[in-house]
Nanobody, 121 residues
Framework: VQLQASGGGLVQAGGSLRLSCAAS????????MDWYRQAPGKQRDLVASITSGGITNYADSVKGRFTISRDNAKKTVYLQMNSLQPEDTAVYYCAAKGVRQFYYSASTDYWGQGTQVTVSS
């Protein structure tokens, strides 16, 4: 399973971006799809998560501004980011948690390569 993140870029404060994370390979089931971010010199933090059942969860810092969604047919998860602020500047990573490629497979986590989001003031 491979995850390809895209959609990052440079945007002014108050602007919007939509990140995409496309999964390739066989996926029988998964527990959740997550977006993380890591700013320079800081730890990687969970930004948003969506479970296989569609339950979403957000970090307090992005609630009301970011929306996570997925398209099962395209095996893609999205992160719509509105009202971006300079403190949102980071490399954003997508992750697939608890993935089983086949019904008999062990559960594995996968990570995408990251996409840079830079918000100028």
């Amino acid at each position: 399973v491979q995850l390809q993140a895209s959609g990052g870029g440079l945007v002014q404060a108050g602007g919007s971006l939509r990140l995409s994370c496309a999964a390739s390979g066989t996926i029988f089931s998964f527990r959740a799809m997550d977006w993380y971010r890591q700013a320079p010199g800081k730890q990687r933090d969970l930004v948003a998560s969506i479970t296989s059942g569609g339950i979403t969860n957000y970090a307090d810092s992005v609630k009301g501004r970011f929306t996570i969604s997925r398209d099962n047919a395209k095996k893609t998860v999205y992160l719509q980011m509105n009202s971006l602020q300079p403190e949102d500047t980071a490399v954003y990573y997508c992750a697939a948690k608890g993935v089983r490629q086949f019904y008999y497979s062990a559960s594995t986590d996968y990570w995408g390569q990251g996409t840079q989001v830079t918000v100028s003031s």
